[in-house]
């Protein structure tokens, strides 16, 4: 039986090595971390959910497309 990828396991590389080092300092992030650990989608993540992400995967949202709003272009792995 294959496991459900959450969309934490999905992350890029980086975003994901960002997201763990904040996790380690902020309550915030790793509350973050576990949340995206329930979920399967990203359409499953709050507008909250996804500033979070931004901030503590250090991601710059000026310079993303709507599509990765939209759909986690440039921030989940394909």
Known sequence: MTKIKT???KLL???KTSLQSSA???N???RLKY???SK???HELTIDEM???FTYGNLSTYKMEPFSFMYGDKILAK
Do not use: E, F, G, I
């Open 28 to 30: 915030s992030a790793k």
């Open 24 to 26: 380690r300092q902020y």
């Open 51 to 53: 500033r979070d992400l």
């Open 7 to 9: 969309v934490y396991d």
């Open 35 to 37: 949340m995206l650990m």
């Open 40 to 42: 399967t989608m990203w």
């Open 13 to 15: 590389p980086d975003v």
